[in-house]
Every structure is written in structure tokens, then in C-alpha cells.
């Protein structure tokens, strides 16, 4: 056979640029994240699909306005052009509109998108990262599937063990539009004087005025007008305020948008949602195609004044930007939303040409849920923290002089254990040291180990030692243990320690600190 | 705001060639395989990374041999000239390059890699398609990570399900060469009389034969000696009839090989893994980096002659292929192997320039498995069917005249349950009909219902039914439960139906059917 030669590589041995390896430990915990959002996604009904990660060309063209540019096209080989998804929500639109035979369906995706953008990665903005979509689709009771997807988002903030540090900024394009009109913005300017409002969570009011009639030559008048609706926040209260005001009560828009948010906040009551939204007045998200209630949802420090916002590049025209951008991966929006969404009742047409799907969805960013649950582990007791690896049982030998290693022994102890569903792993060496194999437990962590000797052997005995008790602890050295009844012995002990470790399992216990 | 007008779609509504949206009860079949794999993985310390989709164009090249011509380029937009990955073996061999520090690791990576190959969809064979690995990487003893590697391919299978329907034929890279060696084949002839050897899975010696001497220009007394060798099947018996071989033991490659096999088998003993062990000398796999064992796995039906595999294109010369393709994708090898594998100990020096790190490895066929499980799934019982939606309760409600729908006290059960980690679902309609939501909690095939009704409502009970349950059975109408603890009430049954139902959870109770 040819044999490979050892090659010297001519060139960087590196991953391209704006993308990156996950592993160790990160790796551990992204996965943590995205099992504790599939949970809560799996509980409310959420089925998965899997779309292929290039589309065709024609598919992703003219959704995505100005940021078209950032889409990645594979080469022309021959045969169809086709480029990487940008984002879930145009894949999902597509597949809604190719199987027209589902008329609702909850979907849930957790999949990498593409973007040729400049790369951030302090920033966490990636050419490759990860979206995770709910959306519901289909015909429900006017704000019943709203308020569905607004109470799964809090349920995965609690369990990812945000326990209330989270704030679900909402409102609807309905009451902008109204809003607008009532103030007297001429109909070329709405969309322009909404992107302006939308910079209010980073920018003072006076700056965001002045954007508004210097740069964009609005009226000062209708731009005071709306500064005195836009600033406002608040909760029942702003609303019942709002429905007074007899101006909106007479446009169209602004009621029925105003009537959709009472629905929701009533639905969110008894959900126990409310304690965490803010109706905000100034939320108008850039996107062109949402058509009812919108919301991003922000944490401690995610939002506010940042040294990159203080210099919003005004001269640059708000992009009309995608469902998902802005959550995750847009540096001109926030400092950091970690998931965003809204009402979206018209996308599904565009692909279907007559038959219209409304849809609601939330997306969440999960490079920044990672970065802060990062931070959030570095400061949890040592208990939360998760573990490279599964390993629960680490089985080993040791003898005097003559030792044989145990080889045959510890592989029929490991089968044992790994039949009842242990998860045990032995040294790979034949005539292993016992140091060298406590070291090996103490770096996989695990919390027993199963010692062999010879002369328990014999007797046809075992030890099983729990590691890290402290001094003085009667079972210190370990108990002796039959080697008949050890896999049952082990997973009695395993059950044990799980439930007095883990009272609350994974990030969620990160909240009862 | 703008609007978004319906357009009229002017282009076909469909995914690009080769590839397909996963949906349905499929996806949660695939979805359950790999839970399953994962799970045999983690429990051999198995740790997984994520590399990026695509990679530099000049890490991939040079890796495939002529099958270069199926990796998909990213278009030249500017930068760095990138292609989709082709495998996962290379991209790990990339990351072991350039994480040094590194000296060992067990990872799994399971992803989708990239083939501009002509699909052929019945077959599986797609242009976008899952790979599933797993790959020990360092030092070992002699011969421990291999008979690992093999274990954790048997547990695999059994945790599938396969109850030992399979075969995991196995050959050495040095017993071949050393065969090949002592029979007289030139050199020169090495890799293309070994390709045709590895044919005889698929046609009878004298076509293989004929093929050798014919087409290949071998000297028949050469290929008849082959023959008697690469005819050969058998297990430990086979071995020592090997060792025997006066001819073979004088061969330094063929008896290193024959040296490596009897610790092998003798490691696999303990662990189980022998009764599913098939030595078969003409195995030999078209892969230039194996340098040790190689194997490849296959069930009823997976192998033997076939429509396809009959009319070998024997004029193509066997393409240098690498070490995952024949398992799932390449229909010129078998009619389909569900993994395959071996050692590799060159691979990573290939990047690192001189620092090499001995692999062996394993990659399951996801789509073929995938084939294999739906179709003992159709065959297998109700019980064991995978369900479409996770939902395990359905909260509905029914009353008489001036019903109200329920809907806030539907909220705050279905709130109570999601707060016990129960997954509940209700009909988002303020007033929904008993028929309807009897028909929704069917097709979700949920095991419980709760019923509320407005005077059970009034003295704080309401009724919990057990779908399904047969004509005349005490429970058929459901029971009354207090409101109050119905959290724990719904659990404890949730337990005791899991319990009935479920003695062996998830797929391998496909193989004790």
C-alpha cells in the first residue's frame, strides 16, 4: 500500500476568517444552552425541521434588501446557483409555502447561518453562527399564539436560570403606524422617522430629534409630537393611558393595535409574564415585514449606552434587515438583545403567491446567551459547573510486586457497568500505575471510582470510592463492595449523589444562587 | 410602515439538487438515532467539537484524490477562497494540527458534510448528507483504542436496537500488504490489485480474478495465490490457521498484522464484541491512510450481491477515497455498510508537518441507518412508534349553555403543569369545542387529558382521562382529581404509563421485539 508522507504544509493552518472551532468546555455549555432551549420548546409543542444550508439563489434574493450583499454564493460548478441561508425564517417561509398541505404548525430550529459581514468576534459577531427559531404559523385566536411565544421566551430565560433578570421590551407596529400618522409624518418619511425612533434605547431624545428634523427635514413640530409618545414605558398602566388618548382612539391603526396589546397582556397574566415586559414605545425594530406585535428581549447590561453605540453611524441608512438580525448579529441595533421576534403575517405569500400563512416567532441569539451564561458560570459555586466529560465511574487496579495490571478484570468490570448504562471509563494500558489512573479520574471529574486488587479480587470483592470527601469522612478509603452486585451497588451511590447535588438540574439551578 | 405586496413567485419553489428539508415523523426518527449514538458516545468519554461548514480551499486539497472534483466551492467574493467541507475526518485532523497542546482526545462530531456528486435519492446518496464519527485520537497500548473503538460500534448497533443483526468484518492494512507481498505482486500493482480484492464482497473469485489478470496485467499464478488467501473467512480460527502459514510468518508486514489481530480479538473477548466479529481477508477498503485495522459493518440485506453492485464499472479505476465516503455515500463500494473505519496514524502529520498523533476511528452511515430503522419501525408495534409532538397532556374544557370557553382557567392549569416539567398543550381558542379538542389531543397522540368543566370548576376538581383506554374499563370516562394537587397527580400517572409502556426505552426496543 502507498504509504502517506509526512508533508510540510505550505500554508496557514487556520479556520476562515469570521468563523471558528467550538470546543472544550464552550462546547459543553453551548450544548447545555441548546438542550435547555429544545426542552422548553419540545414542551410547547415545537417540532423540528432540518432545511439544507444552501438555498437556491433566486430563494434568498430580495428579502433581505441592502444586506443581500452579505450572502454567501457558492461557485458555479455547473448546474443550479445556489447561496448559504442568511437566516431560518426565509428557509422556513419557503418550506411553509412548499408544503402547502400544513396549515399550522409550531416549529423550532437550531441551526448555523451565513453572513459575509465584517467580523466582531469580541463583539460575538460571526460569519457563521448559530439561530435558534420558534415560530407558529397558522390561524389562532387573535393574540392567543402571541402570547404562547412570548411565554415560551420567559421560559427559557428561567430555565436557563435568568430567574427574572430579563426584560421583554414589546410593542406593535400597529400603534407606531397609528401613532405616526396621528403626529402628522408624511407618508415617504414613516419608515425612516420609525428606524430613528428605534435608536431611543441607545440615544437620548434630543439627539434622536435632531436626526429626525435636521438630517431627515421632519417638521420639529410633528417630531416633538412623537418624542412625547416615543419616550414613554410602562406596563397596563401606559396602555390604559394610551386608550384614553382620544387622538389614537381615532385612528385605525392605533386602536386596533392598542385592543391586540390589552388581549395580550390580559393572556399574559395568568402566564406569569407580565412581571418581566416593558411596553416601550420607542421598539420599531427595522424589519419591513412584521405586521403586528414586536419585541426584543434584553438583560442586565445587554442594554443602555455603550462606547459603540454613543457614535450611531446616522449617516448610513437603517438597513432593512431580517426577523433574525438584529438579535444576534447586528451591531447598529442595541448593545445586545438576546432574542427578538414579532408578528409576521405576510412573508409566507411572497414565496406561496396567493396563499398567506401568519406567523409568529421569537429568535434567540445564542452566541450572546453563551457569553453571558459564561460569565454567569465563572461567578456559580463550583457544584454548577459542567464537566468536560460524562464519565461517572472511573475503574482501576492496583497490586505489588508482580501486578499483572488487571487488563482482563477491568474490562469485565467496565462491560458490567456500562450494561446497566453507566457511563465508565478504564486506562487503555495493560499494566497502568495507580497514580497515573487517579489523575485520569480527577481530569474526567468524575465522582467514583471502582478499585480493583488482587487479593479483593480473590475474594471476589471490589472497592468503590467517591471522590473528594473530606478528611476524617468514614468512608474516605472507600467501602468494599461484592463484584456480583457492583453495577447496582455503583447506580445506587450515582442516584444518590445526583439528587443530593443536583436538586435543580442544569442552568436553571444558576438562578438559585 | 411598508407594506409587503404578495408577489407572484417566478421561479420554481423547491430545495437545490441533492439535497432535502427533513420534516416530519422522519426527522424525529433521525432525531432518536442520533440521541442514541450520542449517548453510546458520551459514555465512552466521547467529547464533540464543531468545526465550521466550510474551510480554507488548500485544507481540503490534495486529501481526496480525484474525488477533489465533487467538494463544492464558496464563489471568489473577495478574501479568502473557501470550500464546503467534504468530510469530518480532515477538518479533525486539521483541528488536532492546530491544537498541539492536545496529545489525546476521544471526539464525536456529527454534521453534515458536502458531495457535488450525481444524487441518487433512493439510494440515499445526496449531495448534502450527515456524517456521525467518532475518533480516538494519541497513544495508546497496542491494539486498546482499537477494540474500544470496535465496542463502541457493537453498543452502537445494540442500543439501535439490532439485537446482533450485523457483522463487523475486519482485515489489517499489514496483512494485506504482507499477503500481497508473498504472493509476488509487483510493487507498482500494490494499490490497484488491492482495490480489486476488496470487490469480492460484491463478485464471485473469477471475476476478481479476471479482472487482476486481464485487466490489471497481473500474472496468473500471482492472483491464484491471492485467491486462496483473500477467499477466507472466519474468526479466531482463521487467525491461527493464518499464524500458522510458514510463508506469512517470515513476512515482517504479515505477521506485525497477524501480532495486532490476536491481541485484538483477544481484547474483544471480554467486552462482547466477538460473536458479531467476521475476519474477512478480502476486505481492504480504498482509503491510501489506513496503516492498521480496518473494518467495515454490515446488516441483513446490506451486503451481498445486488441490482446495482453486479455491473461494477470496473473500467473506472477505484478512486483514492477518504475514510468516510464508502460507508454511506459511495455506491461503487458494497451495497451498503452502516460504518466503517480503521486506523489512521499518518493523517494528522499531514498538517502539523512533523508532529503526527496515531487515530483510529469510526463513521456511522447515518441515512442507511436511518433506511434500516424506519422500515423495522413499520414492522414493529404501536408501542414502539415515535410520536410527532412531545405533548403529554392536552387541557381542554367543555360546558353547556353560556359556556365561557374556560380559557383563563385553562391558562392556569396548563401554566400549573408546564411549572411541574409536564409537557401540556390547549387549544389557542377562547372558545373551542369538546369535539375539536378531543381531535387536536388525538393527533398530538397525547396518553392524558385533563377536562375542565365549569361545575366541576366550582368545587375545585376537574377530570384526568387516559386516552385509549379500552371499553368497559373502570377509568374509560377519566377520574375526578382535586385541582389543587393536579400537578403531582398528572406526574405520578405520567410515571406509572411510562413505566407500563416503556420497560426498555427508545430504539432498542426494536430488538426485543
Redesign the interface.
Known sequence: ????K????S???????G??????ID??IR?QIFDTIKKVF????G??????????K??LSGKYGEDSKLI??????G??L?S?RYDLTVPFA??L???SSVSSISRYQIA?V?R?DQPAMTKGRMR?FYQCDFDMAGV??QM??DS?VLTITS?VFEALGWNGRYTIKINH?KI??GIFEVCGVPEEK??TI?SAVDKLDKLPWAEVRKEMTEEKGLDPEVADRIGEYAVQKGGVDLLEKLQKDEKLAANASASAGLADMALLFE?LQ???VMPNISFDMSLARGL????GVIYEVITEGSAGKSKDSSKPDSSKPRKPVDADEDRSNDPSVGVGSVAAGGRYD??V??????Q?IPCVGISFGVERIFSITKQRLAAASASLQPR????DVYVMAFGGKGFTGMW?ER??VV?KL?DA?????LQ???KPKLPQQFKAAET?GVPFVVILGEEEQAKGMCKVKEMGLPEGHPEKDGVEVQLDGLADEVKRRLEKWRAEKEVVSGLQALGMQ
Open positions: 500500500m502507498v504509504k502517506e509526512a508533508e510540510k504544509t500554508y496557514q493552518l487556520k479556520v476562515p476568517k468563523t471558528k472551532d467550538w470546543d472544550g462546547m459543553v450544548d419540545k414542551r410547547h409543542g417540532r423540528t425541521i432540518d432545511t439544507p444550508v444552501f438555498e437556491l433566486e430563494i454567501y454564493d457558492l461557485a458555479d460548478q448546474g443550479e445556489c448559504l419557503r418550506w409555502a412548499m408544503n448555523k451565513y459575509r457563521e389562532y385566536d392567543a399564539a404562547k421560559q407596529r407606531l403606524d414613516l419608515r420609525s393572556y395568568p402566564w406569569g419591513d415585514y412584521y405586521t405576510n412573508l405569500g411572497m414565496f406561496s403567491g396567493k398567506q468536560l466529560s460524562a464519565a482482563p474490562q469485565t462491560k456500562w448504562d453507566i457511563n465508565a471509563e487503555l494500558k495493560i474526567l
